[in-house]
């Protein structure tokens, strides 16, 4: 499995994640503030790297990525935030706070050895 499918199954599915955590937060919860910017972030990651897809050219691709992973990185921040409020216990918390840094490092990856791979043109 390359990279970018990769990344592209991995961030579907912690979208997925994250929707359904923002259904919880806003309906057993009654949050709706933190709840939002999360949903805006963790959805976020998976939008950039299917629209990074289709990039113009390698320092398009590159942009699309490293937004993925400004995205990906302040979606960690919310879930310590709602995790360290108590909207989110431990073992939720632990376990999509795991899949947002397995995301994380993925992109990490991708966009240092494009860059990489970039200065070798």
């Known amino acids: 499995m390359s990279g970018d499918s990769l990344i592209e199954e991995r961030s579907y599915a912690f979208a997925l994640r ?14 709706r503030i933190l709840s939002k910017q999360l949903l805006r972030s963790g959805t976020s990651v998976g939008a950039m790297m299917h629209e990074a897809k289709f990039a113009q050219s390698r320092a398009d691709f590159v942009s699309k990525a490293s937004i993925a992973l400004k995205e990906a990185n302040e979606t960690q921040y ?3 935030l709602l995790h360290d409020s108590g909207y989110i216990g431990d073992a939720a918390f632990s376990s999509i706070f795991d899949d ?10 991708i966009v240092k050895s494009t860059k990489a791979n970039s200065l070798k043109y």
């Open 100 to 109: 947002a840094r397995q995301v994380t490092a993925i992109l990490v990856s």
């Open 78 to 80: 919310w879930l310590r």
């Open 18 to 31: 994250v929707v359904s955590a923002y259904k919880y937060l806003t309906e057993d919860k009654g949050e």
